[in-house]
């Protein structure tokens, strides 16, 4: 920590600066100009993490100073007064008070015995330290308040867009849909195939939906039902989303057939996505009904676009 001793009293000075310094931390002294701007610009300039300064009762000068300086700087900075002196009793307790209700960390008498002094300088030091740790603290908590408060109020954003985008391309491939879509649903899973099924049928649009639990199933049901898309679970009795795609690809008659693959894991989405595994499309497994919605829109997308056997 760096650490500003403004003291006009230079022996003290020095000892303040020796059991300041034996604790590892950077000293700076000076002498208190009698003027706020140039006491507070001394301050800024040598980073102080920590001051003691003179207590100087003309105008609390002093008070005005720290006061002065807290506004300017991004963490406050812990101050300790230094008194001297005999005083009257009744002026020295105002003082006091002064300093503790403006937010002063300490006051140090500069005729406490030398050897009570070092470990008062060092409480006040480790103080001063644990204050800024506290601070910082404080100040990282509101930080990430606001990151998380500005990352719902986007997401909320990217939400509702995303909502109107899927209502818009709902509405234009709803107007120009033929006919029939043949879907397959492959998945070990009949709680899912039942909400899929479920979400599909209630929107109107002409689907005829069979349902498979396994590679081996699935390819003998596309033989029968020849659906145009497959929408498959990554995770497979025997096998994952690739292995039927290795397998549609490679069979006559069954490569026109678009695939959609559903997975939980963003690491097998990652996986599902790269450019030399030539499938259709891949989302995470939809849990609410926005995210079904977004899944009818990549089908309805998939029965409008070439298949890749096509493309190819």
Known sequence: MNIGILTKDKDFGKKLEEIAASAQNRVFTGKPSGDVGKDCQWIYEKYCGMV??????EDLLSIKTMGSLQGKVERKIPFVFLFSGSRDFEETNDH??????????????KEVPEKKLAHYVKKLIDRAQAAVKTEDK?????LNRKKTAALERAGQR??????KKNQLILDHLGELQPGEIRLMFLSNSKYRYERFKDFFMETGIPFSISFATSLKSAEEDCLESAPEIIVSDYILPDGTALDLNKVIRGKKGLSTIRLLVLTSDEKNLREVEKPENKVDGAMLRPSNRDEYSEL???????SKLPTIAEAT
């Open 96 to 109: 006091i008070v002064a300093c503790v209700n403006e937010g002063a960390l300490g006051l140090l008498w």
């Open 158 to 163: 990217l939400w509702e867009l995303n909502r």
């Open 52 to 57: 003691f300064m003179d207590f100087i009762e």
């Open 296 to 302: 009818l829109v990549r089908v309805l997308m998939a």
């Open 138 to 142: 404080g100040r990282e908590l509101a």
